[in-house]
């Protein structure tokens, strides 16, 4: 199948972007790397009337310090991700899940913004940043405002965004001391989305119990989600302890079969990957 | 047997050798022509309207506003095609019993599957073609779909094609010995299992596509196809568009992978060629990755009830199974769809010494794609119920795997021998590839490995298959049953003024490397340098007729028509030779483009440093092209020559494997790491090691996809619901495991190049191994599994864990 036709504009700022945005008459859409985009457009399950290209703003490219915690601008891409010092040190578990995230040549186009913003729920991404505690930053030309992950992915491929805003920017918070991370996913082939995954942030010395669980789950629900039951069997035991008891706590989650796993096989599944990622935590 | 025994040895020859495809460069320097390649002036674009639905009466179809729309040339429904196309039926005679109905390019008053054809656009694009296309307006009234091969037959079900009142297509019992008897006998022990097949399909780098164009000054219809039987095509274009066969011209350049798909008749591809006869303008039409997964042909889906009878000292007494197999609402045409049934029938149990044996199939239409002829026909149905019973058997008597296959395979040196159904085998080496399969493997001490590894918790599995594989048929698989495919093919060869030789053969080329042997054998023969040959096949027009490539048969048959061939043209050449030099033809050879003296190394047979060079091919060529007046007149040189090849005496040149997979298990998680696979295999001679064990190893990777991977999954109302790359999953790269591919020769000995097929080997007898290395891992954990694609679900099911 051939697209069906669009206008396309690549605006030069952040504000003419936000301009074009606001045109809902022809549903204009934002193309950040066009990995998801782009198909579902040539399967003419996306039609927007207009395209608007993000790679000329260099405003929303970018890794940087914030505060102990580091600021991803919304167009970085995957592949600098994978090669930032700085997320290798203030976000490990993005470090450890890189690799996870697709084939290298869709890491090499697709952007940290475009994932969060399309919110696939089979997707690492929203996942991780739920894990992080991480906020997003969405701006329209009425000006800025910033959610927690958390509120942010409502549903399959919905999010908090409204009509004219644009996902601008991604910051995770400086790790506690003693913070640590695990990341383990199950996928049929290297680099599919997964049958179940998940990744895991706790603070805590090495052989010591943990507080602080985050327990988030993907490709398992409608929407990335926190296993707080799990989270709270977990406190204060070292990972392994009460990893058992974790796991028979997982029923709590909304699980969602696909065509790989129905939802007995999501639920056996997500209690295998939690035990692995707390073997690594 | 006729013709030289010397050309294997001649110290110019090619054959046998890992000699580099010369079109290489060219296709990974992105020259090659494909059909979407191809830009002719004036030429227009078809997108279809197919079907939503699986099953449902067409009531209404508007098309007024796509007529209308910018750029739009003209719309066609299937009525409208009516006048156009003359219906094409998918049955053959040696197929008794087989029916399916007239079946037209586009549905004409009912669809019967989701993804049919029901109206094309013509228009100066593909995405205006598909603009107008999303405009037309098509009202079905559905009606209950038959979907569930299994419920098909039963007296509630709707029937697809109400004039045969009831959904059984074909049906054929096959029946040896007194398996009754052998399997109520007191001293067998007997084995019964389910077996069940998903339904896949042969995903082609190069999707299925056509460029028509017709020429109404003479009448002549031009296809340009990306296919494997040019030859077939032009006489069913010829046929059902009403044209003389000879005003149809087919040609396949480069070919981006077929695997079976690209054998048959489909709608939109004749619609296509309808549409530029009416419109007098070329048209092309490439299937998007969607329209692949929904018409091109799907292959398996096959539930099997096998049992097997076994004795104490590990004999099989008795094997009998039951199959049935959806294949959609139409026998495809013109190969039909009741061909892997009939494989299944005749090749279940065939590597092994078998009186006692009983196997019905049943071959049922359901709404569904159609289904038929897919790398490997029937071989991993026949093997994975032949291998996994017998696996499974000798595990119940306390035999190990291969002792009881060294019990029950045919003796080497038995043949010719015939099958339970009596089918002529010959020239099969089943212990020796077993033997090396053991060695190479290292058999016994993986064995004690994985003993050990499994008081660990590690759970790893060795399972193996003793294979054979159809290659080569004759004229007895479709020219007996009335098809137009022919089995014999030919081979011209022509020597070029400058000394090149151009070789022009019937079979065709789909990137396995077809060319390259050819240029092989044919350099070989004669006498030249590989660079010193071109190759054309693919064009009816210019090519001797044949077959094309299918079945395992390019090499074997073609590659013996253009030994035969080149073995002519050198006796003619060395004719002419013989006259300019005052010499005899059996006194001179000719060696790397020269014409030399026999024995004038002294080695006799020509060849060596010091032979004399008398003159060379092209001062030969020259003079009998340009200066024929040096010639005696009575002398009429002829330095071209064709020869064509078929078998005779047997139906197909068996060839045979023994194969070994080694799994590991993770029983937390259902998933199954692959190993290792070795694949020995007897292709008889190997004419190129390098293409060759790329073939096996690509069969194996197929075999892989569905034996794990690969499954089209339909709904209960018929909608394939992963038709996309995403999650139709393929085997990749990182998923595989190494294979290690060694040769057995045992050259077949109805042709003299003794060549036999070896495409399809690595999908018929991997999914068997695989399956036993997944069951053999999994019984100290007492699951199995019998059911293909093997999917972490379904093993943690078997697992009892989910």
């Given amino acids: 199948m051939k697209a069906a036709e669009f206008r396309y504009e690549r605006p030069e700022s952040l504000a003419e972007a936000l301009a074009l945005l606001e045109d809902t008459d022809l549903d204009a859409t934002p193309l950040a790397g066009g990995q998801s985009l782009v198909p579902m457009m040539n399967f003419r399950l996306a039609m927007p009337g207009m395209l608007v290209d993000l790679s000329e703003l260099d405003d929303l490219k970018g890794i940087s310090e914030d505060g102990g915690g580091v600021r991803i601008g919304a167009m970085t891409r995957y592949v600098d991700l994978a090669g930032s010092d700085l997320i290798a040190r203030r976000a490990p578990l993005i470090a450890m899940a890189l690799p996870y995230i697709a084939h290298a040549a869709i890491r090499n186009r697709g952007t940290i913004g475009g994932s969060v913003a399309l919110a696939d729920p089979a997707a690492e991404m929203p996942a991780l940043l739920l894990a992080l505690d991480a906020t997003i930053t969405v701006q329209s030309s009425a000006g800025s405002k910033t959610h927690g992950a958390a509120d942010f992915f409502l549903g399959m491929y919905e999010t908090a965004l409204e009509d004219g805003e644009l996902v601008t920017a991604i910051t995770i918070p400086a790790p506690a001391p003693h913070r640590r991370f695990a990341f383990y996913e199950l996928a049929r082939r290297h680099g599919d989305y997964a049958m179940a995954g998940v990744a895991v942030s706790a603070t805590g010395a090495v052989g010591a119990g943990c507080t602080d669980f985050r327990v988030a789950y993907f490709s398992v629900a409608d929407r990335p989600v926190r296993a707080t039951a799990a989270e709270a069997a977990l406190d204060g035991k070292a990972p392994m302890d009460g990893a058992e008891a974790a796991v028979a706590a997982l029923g709590e989650i909304p699980f969602a079969g696909d065509l790989n796993a129905g939802i007995a096989t999501k639920l056996h599944l997500s209690g295998v990957v939690l035990k692995r990622a707390l073997e690594r935590l | ?576 030779a013989a006259t300019i030099l005052q010499s005899s033809p059996d006194g001179l050879d000719i060696v790397d483009g020269q014409i030399v003296d026999i024995g004038s190394d002294g080695g006799g047979g020509g060849g060596g440093k010091s032979a004399s060079v008398r003159m060379s091919l092209s001062d030969l060529a020259r003079t009998v092209y340009y200066r024929g007046n040096e010639l005696p007149s009575d002398l009429t040189p002829e330095l071209i020559a064709t020869r064509h090849y078929r078998v005779t005496d047997v139906p197909f040149v068996f060839t045979n494997a023994a194969m070994a997979a080694e799994v590991e298990v993770d029983p937390d998680t259902g998933f199954v790491k692959i190993l290792n696979f070795w694949a020995v295999e007897d292709c008889g001679r190997v004419i190129n090691p390098d293409l060759v064990d790329g073939q096996i190893r690509g069969g194996v990777v197929q075999g892989i996809g569905g034996a794990f991977y690969e499954e089209c999954l339909y709904s209960e109302d018929g909608q394939l619901e992963n038709a996309t790359m995403a999650d139709y999953l393929v085997p990749m790269a990182f998923e595989m495991p190494d294979i290690i591919v060694e040769h057995v020769e045992t050259p077949t000995r109805t042709s003299v190049l003794g060549a036999k097929g070896a495409g399809e080997a690595g999908t018929g007898g991997s999914p068997a191994a695989l399956m036993n290395a997944v069951n053999d891992a999994l019984r100290p954990l007492g699951a199995s599994i019998h059911q293909m694609p093997m999917t972490p679900e379904r093993i943690l099911k078997a697992l009892g864990t989910v």
């Fill in chain 2, 1 to 576: 047997m006729t013709g030289p025994l010397t050309i294997f040895d001649r110290p110019n020859s090619h054959i046998g050798k890992s000699v580099p495809r010369p079109d290489a460069n060219r296709l990974l320097q992105g020259r090659g022509k494909f059909v979407d390649d191809i830009q002719l002036p004036r030429m227009l674009h078809a997108a279809f309207v197919r079907s939503p639905v699986a099953h449902g009466r067409i009531e209404n179809m508007d098309v007024s506003q796509a007529r209308a729309f910018p750029g739009v040339m003209a719309v066609y429904t299937g009525a409208d095609l009516v006048a156009h196309v003359e219906p094409y039926v998918g049955v053959l005679d040696h197929l008794a019993g087989l029916r399916s109905p007239p079946q037209m390019p586009m549905a004409v008053d009912v669809v019967r599957w989701t993804g049919e054809p029901l109206v094309m656009v013509v228009a100066t694009s593909r995405a205006i073609a598909e603009d107008a296309a999303a405009l037309i307006e098509v009202e079905i009234d559905e009606l209950p779909p038959v979907t569930d091969m299994e419920r098909a037959l039963d007296v509630d079900a709707p029937v697809i094609h109400e004039q045969y009142g009831s959904n059984l297509a074909w049906e054929r019992t096959v029946e040896a010995g007194d398996p009754d008897a052998a399997f109520a006998r007191a001293d067998v022990t007997v084995v019964e299992r389910q077996f069940r097949f998903g339904r896949h399909t042969g995903v082609t780098l190069e999707s299925r596509a056509a460029v028509v164009e017709y020429d109404p000054s003479e009448n002549m219809l031009t296809f340009w196809y990306s296919g494997q039987a040019p030859h077939m095509m032009q006489f069913i274009l010829a046929k059902h568009l009403g044209l003389p066969e000879e005003n149809v011209r087919v040609v396949s350049q480069d070919v981006g992978g077929s695997f079976g798909i690209k054998i048959h008749t489909y709608g939109d591809e004749i619609a296509t060629a309808a549409a530029a006869r009416i419109l007098g303008r070329p048209v092309k039409f490439v299937a998007d990755r969607l329209e692949s997964f929904l018409t091109d042909i799907h292959a398996r889906d096959h539930v099997v009830d096998g049992r097997i009878a076994v004795t104490a000292d590990g004999k099989i007494a008795a094997l009998a199974f039951e199959d049935i197999t959806g294949i959609g609402p139409y026998s495809m045409y013109p190969r039909t769809s009741a061909i892997e049934a009939n494989q299944v029938l005749n090749l279940t149990g065939a590597a092994y010494t078998l009186e006692n044996y009983r196997a019905r199939a049943r071959v049922v239409f359901q709404n569904k794609n159609l289904m038929s002829q897919y790398r490997a026909v029937g071989h991993p149905i026949a093997m994975v119920v032949a291998d996994g019973l017998l696996e499974d058997a000798a595990h119940e008597i306390g035999m190990d795997v291969v002792e009881i296959r060294r019990r029950n395979l045919i003796r080497d040196d038995a043949y010719p021998s015939t099958t339970a159904t009596g089918l002529k085998l010959d020239d099969l080496s089943h212990h020796k590839t077993l033997d090396r399969l053991v060695a190479v493997m290292d058999y016994d001490a993986r064995r004690a490995e994985h003993a050990h590894l499994r008081d660990a918790g590690i759970y790893r599995g060795i399972g193996l298959v003793s294979m054979v594989e159809i290659t080569n048929p004759s004229p007895m698989f479709y020219g007996i049953g009335g098809a137009p495919i022919a089995s014999q093919d030919g081979t011209t060869i022509r020597l070029e003024a400058g000394g090149a030789i151009h070789v022009s053969s019937s079979v065709t080329e789909q990137g396995q490397g077809t060319n390259t042997i050819l240029a092989q054998i044919a350099a070989g023969v004669f006498g030249v340098a590989m660079d010193r040959v071109k190759v054309t096949t693919g064009d009816t027009r210019s090519t001797p007729y044949g077959g094309g490539t299918w079945a395992s048969r390019g090499a074997g048959i073609g590659g013996e028509a253009t030994l035969q061939a080149a073995f002519a043209l050198k006796q003619q050449v060395l004719v002419v």
